[in-house]
């Protein structure tokens, strides 16, 4: 769940301004917390309000009310246009989306999650109440269920076979990183995310080899470090280097979750 903070912040610089080196800063005076954050936030704040293994549908209802909370709090932070539309109008009902914003926001879960199958179960829940469509709902089932066998042990090969059934990942990113554009759908973004972690030997190398190829910076960024920083952890200085970019009610939602679930 941090990481994908983290890596949404550092990307959020790029996304619009796409970088092809692992060379650069990784803050900026343009950095932010974008929709990725934000909504993530949202995300771990619906699974503290309910018991979803006791009420599955309770839970949908409650993240709904959540999304549209934060959305009218946090209006300018960058989200697309068919959900920002769903937020503005207090829609409560999927749109069919298979936009990666279900994989991105999908973290917590996979903290929260006490086995596979719960990661697996409650991602396409998340996942259900916007981007119902296959595509949408497999990103995110395909990313909790990374984050889970990364943050429970698991090595990088078994993490590949996971990924590998969902997706084809028999390409390298120096292969993609010439022609790979701006895309924001899951079936596009989620498996260049997963082969950036498993291609990294650290959570800040996942980072910048995520944002390094171009594209949707920190929508892929956001999804490889919650992979990321489930497998390697992540240091003092970059858990603290995020929380300025919090305001007082986020970093709440987040240290309790932390409290409850992750520390």
Same mark, same amino acid.
């Given at each position: 769940?941090?990481?994908?903070?983290?890596?949404?912040?550092?990307?959020?610089?790029?996304?619009?301004?796409?970088?092809?080196?692992?060379?650069?800063?990784?803050?900026?005076?343009?950095?932010?917390?974008?929709?990725?954050?934000?909504?993530?936030?949202?995300?771990?704040?619906?699974?503290?309000?309910?018991?979803?293994?006791?009420?599955?549908?309770?839970?949908?209802?409650?993240?709904?009310?959540?999304?549209?909370?934060?959305?009218?709090?946090?209006?300018?932070?960058?989200?697309?246009?068919?959900?920002?539309?769903?937020?503005?109008?207090?829609?409560?009902?999927?749109? $069919?989306?298979?936009? *990666?914003?279900? #994989? /991105?926001?999908?973290?917590?879960?996979?903290? @929260?999650?006490?086995?596979? !199958? &719960?990661?697996?179960?409650?991602?396409?829940?998340?996942?259900?109440?916007?981007?119902?469509?296959?595509?949408?709902?497999?990103?995110?089932?395909?990313?909790?269920?990374?984050?889970?066998?990364?943050?429970?042990?698991?090595?990088?090969?078994?993490?590949?076979?996971?990924?590998?059934?969902?997706?084809?990942?028999?390409?390298?990113?120096?292969?993609?990183?010439?022609?790979?554009?701006?895309?924001?759908?899951?079936?596009?973004?989620?498996?260049?995310?997963?082969?950036?972690?498993?291609?990294?030997?650290?959570?800040?190398?996942?980072?910048?080899?995520?944002?390094?190829?171009? $594209?949707?910076?920190? *929508?892929?960024? #956001? /999804?490889?470090?919650?992979?990321?920083?489930? @497998?390697?952890?992540?240091? !003092? &200085?970059?858990?603290?280097?995020?929380?300025?970019?919090?305001?007082?009610?986020?970093?709440?939602?987040?240290?309790?979750?932390?409290?409850?679930?992750?520390?």
């Amino acid at each position: 769940m941090l990481g994908a903070i983290f890596g949404d912040i550092v990307g959020s610089s790029y996304e619009f301004n796409n970088v092809k080196t692992t060379d650069f800063p990784l803050f900026t005076v343009d950095s932010f917390a974008t929709d990725d954050s934000v909504m993530t936030l949202a995300l771990a704040e619906a699974l503290m309000k309910s018991d979803i293994r006791a009420d599955i549908d309770n839970f949908k209802r409650i993240f709904v009310a959540c999304m549209h909370d934060y959305g009218d709090r946090y209006p300018t932070a960058g989200y697309g246009g068919n959900f920002a539309a769903w937020l503005t109008y207090h829609d409560t009902e999927p749109y $069919g989306s298979y936009g *990666n914003g279900s #994989a /991105m926001r999908v973290s917590p879960v996979a903290w @929260y999650a006490e086995s596979l !199958e &719960e990661a697996i179960r409650f991602a396409a829940a998340s996942s259900e109440v916007t981007h119902d469509h296959p595509e949408g709902i497999k990103g995110a089932v395909c990313t909790s269920g990374a984050v889970y066998l990364a943050r429970t042990g698991a090595n990088k090969e078994t993490i590949r076979r996971f990924v590998e059934g969902y997706y084809d990942i028999a390409f390298t990113l120096d292969e993609i990183r010439p022609s790979y554009t701006f895309k924001e759908i899951c079936q596009d973004t989620v498996p260049q995310a997963m082969v950036a972690f498993l291609e990294s030997e650290s959570f800040e190398d996942c980072i910048r080899l995520a944002i390094s190829i171009g $594209g949707d910076s920190d *929508n892929i960024a #956001a /999804m490889a470090g919650a992979v990321a920083e489930a @497998y390697y952890g992540m240091s !003092e &200085e970059e858990t603290e280097a995020i929380r300025r970019y919090l305001d007082e009610d986020q970093l709440h939602v987040l240290d309790c979750f932390r409290e409850s679930f992750i520390d």
